[in-house]
């Protein structure tokens, strides 16, 4: 279960990338937080996205256990308002 938190701050990652993609790529992960901090276009996912990264450091690097209900909370309350609201900039659904 790790693993799927850490897939989906990386499914995040890229839906930022696309977002900012083709007049900007993000260097690491502090200058793309810097970026969805402060660019007012993702102002309403900061915290859902910075949630994601804090709990993909957990999953990676402090083998913090997860199970599948706090896995499936994960996806609902953090990566789905992500994905709904960058769908929109996008343009497109996926």
Known sequence: MEWAVTIMFYAALHLIEA???????????????????????????????RELYRRSLDARYECTPFTILQVQHLYATQ????????????????
Do not use: C, M, W
């Open 19 to 49: 977002t900012l993609a083709p007049s900007a790529h993000s260097s690491n992960h502090n200058a793309r937080n810097q970026t969805v901090q402060f660019d007012a276009r993702f102002h309403p996912i900061y915290r859902h996205y």
């Open 79 to 94: 990566y789905e308002p992500i994905k709904r609201h960058l769908q929109l900039l996008l343009g497109f659904t996926f």
